[in-house]
Structure formats: structure tokens, C-alpha cells
């Protein structure tokens, strides 16, 4: 069980004050180690499928199948875990996901066909532990109404790149330097340890809400119209991720230089975690709306060159500048949730967002494939930028649906309530950021 934590508003917000947040780092350090295989399982599937049938748009399809699972999934997972809690979730969970993916595994180096692939990647992504979603649940319910929470929001995304820093560089070497099944089977393992340790952490974990709080039913978080929209921007985010995976591979087998693949990706992965730590050590003086939508077009701008990059230095500098913007977007989406969805479906919304990362990732690992088959490793880039595009249009059109329904809760009980109209024009100018963040 859980509670709000009540933050000093005259404190900086920043990385020492939340991890200082009573109970944090019990949750913090077991989430970090059961999402660390998270990083590593698109990639390892990709090059052991690569490997086992020669093309990368047969090992994208693979990819895919397992990131649209994933996708369909998870807000199911998330709603079963807002509902029966997150330990009664997560055992079952890791042991089937284990138990897929050596499967998956085992097809692959028997040559299995495409379709036996494909099937078996049903259930390897459907599998995978929304831990991410879980640990941001454990900040909320600590942090209700906090200035923390933006800080929380950061420091989760700081985290996730961290693992797609580490992540792909290790399946990466895995699966070039020891075997290409490498990758796969220590994900697996990895899932299983890492998810049996942070499900233990019951001292954390939010309360179940009863369904006499909900007028007798839970509610859907997919009925709030400003997480329809953020769910639109995310499936663009998650594009650029897969767009990359698979172009950053088919170039570096283009030079000659397949290890470069963990590196360049490093180096992009890298560049959104700068940017992340960045983003929680800044006191905004902007509302999270506008910087939404200001991260998105920058993200848009910097996916549009990456096409032209014929050099490993100039891809790996183009990488890295739109791994800088990608964190603004994907921060402020996290950090808006808590305003958007109430505490009792806020699992499931979190998920919604992980599964749109992830069916943006399958359907650009998809098309990025055959692409790059058909055309080489330039055509592929050019999915990160019509996908991020079409999202800013939709942002841009919907924006109005990010604002919240209801009035912002105050840690300071003694000030008077504002009007939510002055509110939502205050938080723009700036003025009050140290206040818990509103949605405009």
C-alpha cells in the first residue's frame, strides 16, 4: 500500500529529492533490472531471424508479429493489474514469456518456416512484463499532486534509454560475438529473474482500487479522449525506434561493419537518456501541452534528414540529435497521464501508451524491412519521418483534447482553489511551476 507523499514546494525538484521519496529506491532498483531484457528483444529477434533466413524483411515481419502482440496486450495486462494488483500479474506473466520465447528460439535454429515464426511470436510478445508501466504506477501513487511528478517522469525515461542503451549493444555482441541465439536466450532469463525479484516488492505497490470507487466498474482509460490522442503521438515515437533498429542494421552490414549496429543505436539511445536527464533537472516554465507539441516538431525536423546520412560519423551525429528529441515528447506524454486518467485505470493508461511505442516499432520494423530489402538502408529512415509527421498533424489538430476535465489537486491545502480557466493560462505563462503540473 501506498500513499501521497506531500514534497517541500520551496525545494528544487530534482533526481536527489525523488530518490530520497520514502520506499523509492525499493521499487527503482528491482524495476531497473526486470525492464533491462525489454531493450534487448526486438533486436536479438531481428538478427536471429537475419540470420536463420537471410532477409531482414522476413526477420521484420517476425519483429513485428511480436511488437503488435505486445501492443494488443498489454493495456489487457494493465487492467487486470489495476484491478488484481501487480504481483498476481507479473508471476504468472514472466514464467509464460520465458517459456515463449525459448520456443521462439528452438523454431529458429531448426529453420522453422515464416509462419511457424510468426505464430510462435504471438505469444513471446503478448508475454512481455509491463514493468515500466508498473514502476510509473508506483511514482504516481507515491507522488500524487507532487512537482515531483514530472521529475518521476524523466527519471522512468531516463531509465527506459538507459536499457535500450545497454540493451541493444549486449544482444548485439550476444548474438555477433557468442551465437545468434545468444541475444534471445539471455532475454529470457533475464525477464524471468528481474520480473520474480520486482514482483516481491509488495510493500510498494498501489492499492487496488475497489469497485465500490468506481460506481460499482472500472473504468477504461482508453475512454479519456486526451489519452486517445497521446496514444496516436507515441505509435509516431515508436516508429522512429523501429525505423532505426532495422536501418541502422541494414547500414552497418552495408559498410561492412555489422558490430557498428550497437553502436550507432547506442549512440541514438544515448542521446534520448541526455536529453531525459536534462528534462527532469529543468524547472518548466511553459505548460506540458505546448511542450509536447513543440518536442514533436522537433522530433519531426530532426527524423526528416536522416534519410541523406551516407557516412557512419554523420548517421551517428543525426542519431544522436534525434535521440535529444525525443525524450521532451515522450516525458511530457508520461507526465500528463496523472491529470488526464484517474489513480484507478492509470496502469492500463500507462501501458496504452507502452503498447503504442511498441505498435509503432512493429509496423516501422515491418515496412522498414522491406524497404531496406527492396532499396538499401536510406529508404528505411524514411519511415521515422512520415510516421512522426502524420503525428504532429494529429497533435496538432487534437490538442484541445489534452486538457483536463476536471481542476488540478493542490498539495497545499490552505491556497485558495483558482478557477481552472486561470489555472490552465497561468501554467502557460509559467507562473506557479512550482505547483503540481497541469495539463495546459
Known sequence: MTSAVTTDKSARPGYGQLLRTPGALSFVLPGFAARLPFGMLTIS????????????????????????SMALFAPVMGKFTDRRGQ??????????????????????????????L??????????????????????AAKLEASPLLPTAAAFESVTDEFTFVVGPVLATALCTGVHPAAGLATEAALTLLGGLFFAAQRATEPKVAPLSAAGGKHQSALSFPGLRVLIVAFIGIGAVFGGMQVSLAAFSNEIGNPGANGL??????????IAGITMGAVAWKIGPRRRLILGYIGLTAAASVLWAAHSMILLG??????????APALITGYTMIEQLVPAASRTEAFTWLTGAVAFGQAAAVTLAGRLTDAHGASYGFLVPLVATALALV?????????????P???????????AP????????????????????
Open 87 to 116: 504481483s498476481a500479474v507479473l508471476l504468472p506473466v514472466v514464467l509464460v514469456h520465458a517459456a515463449a520465447v525459448s520456443a521462439l528460439t528452438a523454431l529458429a535454429l531448426l529453420g522453422a518456416p515464416l509462419w511457424a
Open 118 to 139: 510468426a505464430l510462435a511470436a504471438v505469444p513471446a510478445g503478448a508475454s512481455v512484463p509491463q514493468v515500466g508501466p508498473m514502476v510509473r504506477s508506483r511514482w
Open 45 to 68: 529477434i531481428l538478427l536471429l531471424v537475419q540470420h536463420a533466413t537471410g532477409s531482414y524483411g522476413d526477420a521484420g515481419i517476425v519483429a513485428a508479429v511480436t511488437g503488435v
Open 317 to 326: 551525429a543525426l542519431g544522436l540529435v534525434v535521440g535529444l528529441c525525443i
Open 394 to 406: 494529429t497533435l496538432v489538430a487534437l490538442r484541445a483534447k489534452l486538457a483536463p476535465k476536471a
Open 264 to 273: 550507432l543505436y547506442g549512440i541514438f539511445a544515448a542521446g534520448n537518456m
Open 421 to 440: 480557466a486561470a489555472r490552465n493560462a497561468a501554467n502557460e505563462r509559467g507562473i506557479g511551476h512550482r505547483t503540481p503540473v497541469t495539463v495546459d
Open 408 to 418: 488540478s489537486r493542490i498539495v497545499n491545502s490552505s491556497a485558495p482553489a483558482a
